[in-house]
């Protein structure tokens, strides 16, 4: 990637930059952005005289996040549909209490006093699915998720009814994404 101009993030091993363009890697795969198309297919070029390297065209899918670009190209949006409609489907709640805003504004106790949890649901497993929702689609749910998995060790009701409330905000939001 140096030989091709590129420095790399002291954040992200995985994200190199140049002045145009950005290129992430995973494993054995790489995403390129860039505003510069004619620039984006010399680099496509380049690259595919010094590896083997296979164009898949526009970016749809990346890891799990699905990439909806707008009709000009300029904008795009990540959504998890996958990944959000398991966690409505594992809670499986009713539709009929949606939640319009996606956090409390108040931390989330231990709540000593609280019954324990006892869902047929895994609490952890699904704070862990909602962790990655908050990563990488759904910042706006990041606050309580967090709240939520500061608890993952010995979750109560009091939790539990939480990790609910965001199921039924992600139920309303389950076609919204990071844009």
Known sequence: M????????ELDPCLFYSESVMLVSWVD??????C??????????????????????K???????KVAHTDDGKQFTLT???????????LGLATDNMHWVPASTTALGSDVSSEQFSE?????SVVGILLYLSNNSHPDIA????????FSHNPKHSHGVVVKAIRQYLLHTRDKGLG
Not at 41 to 49: E, G, Y
Not at 120 to 124: D, E, K, V
């Open 120 to 124: 047929s649901w895994n609490y952890r």
């Open 29 to 34: 795969d790489l995403v390129l952005m860039s």
């Open 143 to 150: 606050f309580d998720v967090h709240q939520c998995a500061r």
């Open 36 to 57: 510069d198309s004619t620039l984006l297919n010399t680099l496509i070029a380049d690259l595919k005289t010094d590896s083997k390297l296979t164009d898949e065209g």
């Open 2 to 9: 140096e030989k091709c101009g590129f420095t790399q993030s």
């Open 59 to 65: 970016l749809t899918a990346f890891l799990g996040i």
């Open 80 to 90: 998890q549909p996958s990944l959000t409609e398991c966690v409505i489907d594992t």
